[in-house]
Structure formats: C-alpha cells, structure tokens
C-alpha cells in the first residue's frame, strides 16, 4: 500500500492472494502502479524452485490476468511445473492458470499432455475432474488425439462424478479430433438410458449440441431420446431433449408427427414457463405444419404478451415473430398487444413489435399501418423514430414496390418522412425517390409536386440528414421539368442564395437542374414559336398551354437571372460547383448574343437554335434503372488481355521495381517517363537530337515492348483506337430492356396500379453482403458428421449380425468387434476389459435386435417403432 | 455452444468474476465486458433482461450490487438461463452464507469450482444444489 520500497517484512513473507486482494481494495489511485509492483513480486517468486511459493505466485497472476486484464501468456512453463506438483492445491492453481491462458499457439501445450493423462489416470475424483476441466476447455487436436483413450476409459466410470464430466468432455474431443468419435460413440449412447438424471442431463446435452452441427447424423437416437421426452420429470433435460427434436423434425418431418403429442401434453400440464417457452418455440419452428399444436402454442403466446413481466412480453413477442410467416392469423388476433407494446418502455419489446407489425404490411392495409407508425415515430425517441422510418422504407420497397398500389401516396408519405425532426434516414429515401422516377412514370406529376414542397421549405436547408434528399428533389425538378407548374420559380428557388447551405455536390446537382430548366424553357419557347407556323410540336404544346406561356422578355428574363445567380459560384474552390456554373455561363455565353438581338428566330439555321437542339436532344433521353448485372453483359474487346499474368513485366520493367528504399524510386519512374516525353517530342519534331546512351536503351525497350506503352500525346501509330471499341453509354441502356409490362389490374379498385419498370435479373441492387461462411468450421462439422454416421452404421451392423446370428457365433463375433477397437488401444489391459464389456453389450444388443429390423441397409433410417 | 461466458460484475463496472468457454485475447476481452456492461448498466428494472450482442443474447439479472451476465448463443433458451443464474446465486448463498460481493472477491477459487461444476463445455450439466454443495465440501475436506 505505501509507495516506499520493499521492507524486510515483505522480503521474507511471500504475499499470498488474499494480501494482494487486499492490498487492491484499499488501493485508491495508482492502480496500474499498484498492479505493476504486483506484477514485478510475481516475476520474482515465480522463478523460485520452491513449489509453494511458486504456485501462490501463478495465483496470484491468474487472478491479476483474469480480472485486470494483464498478460500472463510468460508464465506458461511456470503454470506445467506447478501442475506437476503432488500436492492437490498446487494442481488447483497450476490447471487454473492453464486452463485460463493456454490455446492454440501456446509452445507449452505439448508439456502438458503426460501430466494431463497421468491425471486422468489417478484415484483421486477431483484431480482426474480438474484434468477433464482443463481438456473441455483448451483441448487442441493433439491432445484430444493422445487422450483419447483415457477419455474413453472414463466414461465407463463408476463413480458418477468423474463419467459425467467425461460426458461433457466428449464434445470437445470430438470436435478436435473427429476420429475419437468412433471410439467413444458408443459409451456415449449407453448413457442414454441411464437411470442417473445428472448423467442423463450431460449426455443429452452433448447430443444437443452435434445435433445443432449435424440433424441427420443423430436421426438413428430418436427412439431412445424419445422415450426420454416422455419420461423424464426434468426440465433441464426436457428442454434439451425438445431442442434435439426441434433440430431433427426439420430434417425428418415424419418425426413431427409422432412428437407433437408428447410435447402438447408438456405445455398443458407443466408450471414452469421456461419449458413452456421451449415447446412453444419447437412448435412453431418446427412443427409449424401442426395445426393443433400451433394452435396450442398461439394460446400460450398470448398469455406471454398479456402479462405484465418485461421478460415474458419479449419473448412472446418473439415467438409470435417466428410464428409470423405461416400463420398470419396467428399475429393479427393479437393486433392490440402488438401496437400496444409500441409505446411499451423497454426499447427491444418496441422493436419487436414494429418488426411484427411490418410482417403484417401488405397491400390492403399498408396506408393504415404507415400512419400508425408516423404517428408514434414523431412522439419517439431518435433510434426507434428512425427504426421506424426505416422499416417503413424496406417494407414498401421489397421487390421493386410490390404493395405499393397508390403510389402518389406513398411519394407523399416519403415528402413528410423527410419532415420528421429526428428522422436521419436521408439517403434511403432520396433513393427511393430517385428510383420511383425512374421506374413509374405515372407517378412523376406528384413526385414534382413534392420536390418542389422540399425544395422551398428553408428549414430542411439547415439539417445535415436532409440534404440528400434535397439533392433527389432537386435532380427530379430538372429532369421531369415537364410537369413543372411554374419553371421560373424553379429555378429561382435552385438558384438562391440560401443554397450556399449546401454542400458542394448537393450544389452541383441544383446548378445542373437548373441548367435543364433553363434548356426545356427556351425549346418550348421556340417551338411555341414554330407552332404559329405550320408546323406543330405535339409533344410540347400539351405542355405549355397548361403554363404560362413563353414570352421573349420571360425567356430573357429567365436568362438574366440563371446569370446573376452563377456568375458569383465561377471563382468557387470546390471544382464540381465550378465546372457545371461554367457550363451553364458558356452555353448562356453562346446564345446571349442571338437573344439579345432578338434575331430571326424562326431560322433554324441560328446559333442559339441549334445549340438549344442539341442540348435538349442530350436532355431528352430518358433514364432508366440499371440492373446489376449490366456490366457483365459487356463484351469485352477483342485482343483484350485480362488473365495474362503480369510476369512478363518484371522482364521489362525490372530496373524501375527496385525495392522502394529510397525515394530515387519515384524518381527514376518519373525521369524514365519525362524522358520519353521528350523523346517523343524530339521524335516528332526533329530527327537530328543526337540520341544520349540512356534515350537509345529506352527506344530499343520500346521498340521490343511497344504494346505496353501509353500513347504519347501526338498522333501515335501504334493506337488502334482503343476508345472506340467499348460501347458508347447509350447504346448499352438500349440493350438493357426493360421487362415487358406486367400490369396489374384490380377489378374493383377505382385507380389503376401504375406501371412499375422491373428489370429481369440484378435488380435489386442493394443486396446486404453475403454471410462469410467459415470454411474451416464447416470442414470440422462435416468430418465430425461423417465420423457419427460411420459409428451409428458400425452400431447398426453389429446389431444386425447379432439378430441373425447364433450364440457358438457371438464368440467369433466379439473378436470381431475387439479386433475393430484394438486398433485404437494399445494395451493388453485395455483389451481384456473391452471383451468383457463386448459379452456384456451384445446381450443388450440381441434385446433390442427386433427394432432394428428395418436398418438392413445401408442408409440409417428410422426403424419401424417410430412410424 | 450454448454459453458463450459468464461474467460478474458490479454497478462501477469492475469485473469479480469472467468465466471464458471459447478463446478470446486479452483486448477483446476487455472490449467485449465493457460494451456489455455498458449496455446492461444503462437499462432499468422495467426492461426485459435480454440484450442482444452481435451475434449472440445476453441474459442478465442484478443481485444486490452484482450483475450477473451470461452470453449465450441464439437459440439458448433465456428463461432457463435466467433460473440457472438464480440457482448460482442460490448455491453461492448457501455455500457462503448470505454471499456478498466480498465473498467472491476473496474466494474466487470457489466460486470458480461451483461453476465448473454446474457447467462443462458451454453446456449446463448440473442443476442440483445439493450435488454440487457435497462435490465442494468433499473437496475441501480432503485437502
């Protein structure tokens, strides 16, 4: 506790844990000093030979490591001498200290494995159960493979005790060393008859467990854990059993059958609600094909939602959840407890609850439900407002908007999402906007009505969330300016000073629109203008006669505003804002002049005509959504090399890929590359340059490597046009087609379902990344799979040579089957004691012969007593 | 594998007791108790004792001044989880008697034995009191 230097007392009498314990809690600051001395005593007395001293100075460190987080992976060999200690307390803290930091990479771990098997060889219960605890828990695939056999001896144990922790070994021996599987198997098996409920309890927990990995390879036990769903008064062990069932009934689903009567008759007799939980949740997982089982299970999921314990509303609502897909009915007899728990307190009930909801979405009552919900997201918190908000916007976008039939609408509902305070779900919805523009015409007269509502509310200018919406709003008013009311004011609004609010690229888009606007005006203003001559334009007189009509001092007007409004943004830093304002004053620059003079405008021959033309034709192509797969359906150019390895390189570019030490690296690329610049130029423009040492090695490397070159600037012979040979943009969105119309029509509704562009393949582009399987997990699960059905079958054929054989036979027969398990032992002992057990276990084997009738082949299939 | 850890901790967040049944380094140790305790800490009695972590559930119950926590897989059944950790609770308290955070504290072994008893492999393998009070006083007897 004093910070002064050690005293004699402290040199003399080694500090055991509990001092350190205290020490610590009297210790107000200066813990990581306090923990460092620790430490620095530890270093000290663990190297001591004295085997006290040392294991209390391993304590010691477990305890640090375990609960302040210090490192004790240094002590490894201190942790195996001091298992080695006869002393019990010593093996205590040696195998704890083990246990704790010991895993794959440990270089000790190979020290271990005689002490380990010395242990479990003793008398003595606990040190052989410390052992098995330190197997469960760091066990690798060498030290399961070398104890195997003292596993298996263990779990014939007689003392109770020690075989249920080799049950609950077994697992992790077999995970790590699959073949133990056909040495142990059987023993393991046994025990599922066991009278004992704590063996019975661990070996069913062990099946638990490889049934989660493997359902068809633990198909064979479900007579005997049968008989155990039926018997047995434990719940521990009857909520086990029931999960194996729920994992073998998805695999077999005659099993379901057969086990659906059991498990109802559990839910209506027991107390405890755990059980309940568990058959409920087998039920509807997988018996869900059951009716009056569901049913059953639905009655007891209600009484879950109505009480008033948190825990039990969560895990009803849960259960109502899995319920959900097959039987809808199930989740809208319980409506009110689902909207109720809402507003519930606990934020997981409310989750629960809204994800209920949306299953219940379709398209009759998604406006219902959608207002439900905008209501209680404006009087929620921020996380669950925009939980809302968000599955609101996946539910009403599955699958290209199936349940959306209204869909001005729903763009009205996404115009007051946007106006939610808290909502921060801005970039999903611009991009739905976007995509509903693209995809459904008919929706683009309201989609303009609501950007335009957006894009003159000044308060959305200020929120960081909204801005993407913005962006969509504005990019919809420049590209369908057709259904524009008042293109003035539109531009006048994308224009205005307060944009400077905005982000850079949000801008942009906003000058860009513009820039669209301004090109619809003045083409409508001239073929207004054509159309007093002979000639209509049909395609713009519908629209302009429903607005103002185009004057030649609106045009200009218009004109004189776009330039006022940019001619401040042409200095700007941000290059995007630039480029597009310099656009736009170019293309006003060209047709200023023209304007101004009001020349002839009829002749189509004047500049401002024609560049008008040509704009508005680049405008006028309609966009459409991509699919995915677009780029593959690319053709890659002929003579293009992709699979080429780039070895070839290193031949000629092997001086320049010198190890990057020093910066003369990027030097050297750099002057090679100038040089050939100049070069070029010296090539182009004179021949007569005296040609250094240094440019002739360079020509020749370029005549031998031509192909690898850029072309230089000047006319280069050896391009072969490669630009040309990708296709232009345009031609690809032809390709992609979109599908032929499916329209749907609903005979008794007064407004048709507008028509939603689908493309066939790739469409949904937001597809959340694949889980990464773990390839290694899988081998390991496969293996062991394999290694299980192997035993049963080997279980199964002794069985079946027993029914058709006679006693004089089972003699030859027991050699057989010792001969098949010698393999893996390797002492007499050993052998002696598996004949005796191989007498005892045939006998067994010829009172259950009769139901093993049907298992003559070589697939394992359920005998007949379960059918 | 069913129980992922067991942990105790104490409302100033200091851990008493971590209980690892799959291998984690030191600094995903410390990462993952303290976003849990983090998470359990901020949530109120009218709450369900369940938060889901990643990948896996968290099942918690507050005993006096300690936090119990346990990290289970998916498909765990939490109502059994939550009465395993009153039956170790209970244990504890018949062991100890009147078991405070103090008693953990200093006899970390023990608790350590009472819970490698009642669970092996992430597995729960003992449910009865009375069998794992006699394996401890057996134990302690003999040595």
Known sequence: MSSSSTSIMDNLFQRSLEDLIKGFRLQLLGESNFISRALEEIRREIKVTDLSTKSTALHKLSYLAALHGVDMSWAAFHAVEVVSSPRFQHKRIGYEAITQSFHEQTSVLLLITNQVRKDLNSANEYEVSLALECLSRIGTHDLARDLTPEVFTLLGSSKAFVKKKAIGVVLRVFEKYPDAVKVCFKRLVENLESSDPQILSAVVGVFCELATRDPGSCLPLAPELYKVLVDSRNNWVLIKVLKIFAKLASVEPRLGKKVAEPICEHMRRTVAKSLVFECVRTVVSSLSDHEAAVKLAVAKIREFLVEDDPNLKYLGLNALSIVAPKHLWAVLENKEAVVKALSDEDPNVKLEALHLLMSMVNEDNVSEISRILMNYALKSDPFFCNEIIFSVLSACSRNAYEIIVDFDWYVSLLGEMARIPHCQRGEEIEHQLIDIGMRVRDARPQLVRVSWALLIDPALLGNLFLHPILSAAAWISGEYVEFCKNPYETVEVLLQPRTGLLPPSIRAVYIHSAFKVLIFCLRSYFSAEESTLSFSAQEFSSASSSMNAFTYESILNLVNVIELGLVPLSGTHDVEVQERTKNVLGFIGMIKQDLAEKLNLQDSETEVFRVTAFMEDVFSEELGPVSATAQDKVCVPGGLELKENLGDLEEICGEFLKPVDSVSYTDKISFSVSKLRIRDQQEASSSSSPPHEASSLLAEHRKRHGMYYLPSQKDDPDSNGTPNDYPLANELANEISPDPFNPKKKPNQSKQRPVVVKLEEGDESRNPPQAKSNIETVNDDESLSRAIQSALLVKNKGKEKDKSETNPNSGQQEKEESSRIEDHQNSEKKKKKKKKKNGERSSKHKSRGRNEVASASEQVIIPDYLL | ?143
């Open chain 2, 1 to 143: 594998m069913g129980i992922r850890f067991i942990l105790m901790v104490n409302k100033q967040g200091q851990t008493r007791l971590a209980q690892y049944y799959e291998w984690l380094t030191l600094e995903e140790r410390r990462a993952l108790e303290g976003e849990i305790v983090r998470k359990c800490l901020a949530r109120n009695d009218q709450q369900c004792s369940f938060v889901e972590h990643r990948n896996y559930k968290i099942v918690y119950r507050r005993y006096a001044s300690l936090f119990f926590m346990v990290g289970v897989d998916d498909d765990e059944n939490e109502l059994a989880i939550l009465e395993f950790i009153h039956l170790l609770v209970e244990t504890m308290d018949k062991h100890f008697g009147n078991v405070c955070e103090l008693d953990i504290m200093f006899h970390l072994e023990k608790a350590h034995f009472m819970l490698e008893e009642m669970v092996m492999n992430g597995c729960i393998v003992e449910t009865s009191k009375a069998n794992i009070l006699s394996s401890i006083q057996l134990m302690d007897k003999a040595h």
